[in-house]
């Protein structure tokens, strides 16, 4: 955002002065929208002394004339300049009260935050990093003791608009404004959970100085999946949506089976073959008679043996894609026939779950042998063990931490969990906003796999296939859900969602939970 607003003073002659009264009236018209849902009109803006700030005192100028507004400064007047400084001063020529926080009382601060219908947070901004100390801690803490809903300025304040840490105290908002683009952070656990709903306010940047700018992190949404997802002609039969071999399941594990290949059916895909042990060959015919079984050498363990090998490649040499992890257990021979067959595939390819695990510390390794495209879903317990970087180091920046797996193994990389992250080896990245707590349940990344690699092998490009199913996937979840439901989901009711969640695709009848502002 910093080297877009340089492009436009650079380029087109835009100030920092008309993007900041662009946001300011962009800030004061959502603020409008959410004081239409309370009963009162009395609005109290808390402003740093940066060009937030900034964008907060010219919300409240704009505000004015629609009830009772006044101005509480975390820091000096005197301390305002520039830009901010000229705003302030634009302010109290309309009389409207400032008030230096600094010199109010707890008591005095409480009250005046309880007695309003709405406190707009201009403290931090997108340059922001924690924690807020001071005043501005004072005030933030305050403002989430209120009961007062908080309309936040372009990010809550106290959150990292890069990377979506948030370090106490932070703004807990109703809603947040930003502007331009949407940021990073705001779109990243555990900053989401702080931004209430996302407004994005056009403050006036032209059109193509956004479609040309270097931006590799998008966010996936429904009208992007809707492009890339194939229609059907009306004469398709099964033949033209490709073939999936899943290497799946263990004695006590063959539900991970099961789940993969019911959410590749329900993605599409033309025909599923379950590649199991042979003790389990009748389990998928008998819950999911849709797929098809291939039974394999096993151990006495009731885990796929090392014999399996020719078995393997034989079935992914008649595939159109091969997905290989769930339920696979880490015994040894699993492991020695990952390691053997994943270099001899020359199909697409889904890596998996103990798949992932088998591969331990030398995943580049193999990894980059596999003659074709690869995807891996690994959650970031798995992840953590491929990189050998610990779990909150990778949860600390997902975005980040995918990107580098992605490029470090040449693989597409899905990081699952809240805001799963997609990844590909040439630094793009998407973060998948649907999806709910009721899915943190065993078999959801069984379904998952199914998914991708059904997608793959309906001819999407690896990184489209992932993002696509992954959005999929949790937007189903989200179906299966309904309101208000946090516990109690199933993997396949997520899966049976699946084709219901494309058709409100189709329809454009999802909500992404982001309102433009013109």
């Not at 080297?3 to 835009?14: C, P, Q, S, V």
């Not at 009260?97 to 309003?116: D, Q």
């Not at 697409?348 to 891996?376: K, Q």
């Amino acid at each position: 955002m910093a080297a877009l607003e340089r492009r436009a003073a650079e380029r087109y002659g835009i100030s920092v002065a008309t993007l900041m009264e662009n946001a300011g009236a962009r800030t004061a018209e959502v603020a409008r929208r959410l004081l239409a849902m309370r009963p009162g009109r009395r609005v109290v803006v808390l402003a740093g002394k940066g060009n937030n700030g900034g964008d907060g005192l010219v919300a409240a100028r704009h505000l004015r004339g629609d009830g009772s507004v006044r101005v509480l400064l975390a820091a000096r007047a005197a301390e305002l300049r520039d830009e901010p400084g000229a705003q302030l001063a634009r302010l109290r020529a309309h009389a409207v009260p400032v008030t230096e926080a600094e010199e109010m009382t707890a008591e005095e601060l409480a009250g005046e935050l309880r007695g309003s219908d709405l406190l707009v947070d201009a403290l931090f901004g997108t340059g922001f990093r924690g924690p807020a100390r001071g005043v501005a801690a004072r005030l933030i803490e305050a403002a989430n003791s209120s009961g007062v809903p908080v309309l936040a300025v372009d990010v809550p304040s106290g959150v990292d608009a890069e990377t979506g840490r948030a370090e106490p105290p932070c703004i807990r908002a109703a809603a947040t404004v930003t502007m331009g683009l949407p940021k990073v952070g705001l779109v990243q656990y555990p900053a989401a959970g702080y931004a209430g709903r996302l407004y994005v306010a056009d403050i006036g940047f032209p059109p193509e100085l956004l479609e040309e700018a270097p931006i590799s992190t998008f966010l996936v949404r429904a009208g992007w999946v809707a492009g890339v997802f194939p229609r059907r002609a009306p004469d398709s039969h099964k033949g033209h949506f490709g073939r999936v071999v899943l290497v799946a399941g263990a004695v006590g594990f063959a539900g991970a089976a099961v789940l993969a290949a019911r959410g590749a059916i329900r993605a599409g895909a033309g025909l599923v073959t379950v590649a199991v042990p042979r003790s389990l060959a009748t389990l998928p015919p008998s819950v999911l008679p849709e797929a098809m079984t291939r039974p394999l050498p096993e151990t006495s363990a009731g885990t796929l043996s090392r014999e399996a090998v020719p078995a393997v490649l034989e079935a992914a040499g008649a595939a159109t894609v091969v997905a290989i992890g769930p339920g696979l257990t880490t015994h040894p021979e699993v492991v020695g026939l990952v390691r053997e067959v994943l270099p001899r595939i020359d199909r697409p390819l889904v890596v998996d779950a103990d798949a992932l695990n088998a591969l331990g510390g030398e995943a580049a390794l193999l990894l980059r042998d596999v003659p074709g495209p690869v995807v891996i879903t690994p959650h970031p317990g798995e992840l953590s063990r491929l990189l050998g970087t610990p779990v909150p180091e990778i949860q600390a920046d997902r975005v980040a931490s995918a990107r580098h797996a992605a490029r470090t193994l040449g693989a597409v990389t899905v990081l699952k969990g809240a805001r799963t992250v997609v990844a590909a080896p040439d630094g793009r990245a998407g973060i998948v906003p649907t999806g709910n707590a009721a899915m943190a349940t065993g078999g959801m990344g069984d379904v998952l796999t199914g998914m991708v690699a059904s997608l793959l092998a309906q001819r999407l490009p690896a990184f489209e296939a992932a993002a696509a199913a992954a959005y999929l996937h949790g937007l189903a979840g989200d179906l299966a859900a309904g309101h208000g439901v946090e516990l109690g989901l199933l993997a396949r009711e997520v899966a049976d969602h699946v084709p219901g969640a494309l058709a409100r695709i189709r329809a454009g009848e999802v909500d992404d939970g982001i309102t433009p502002v013109p």
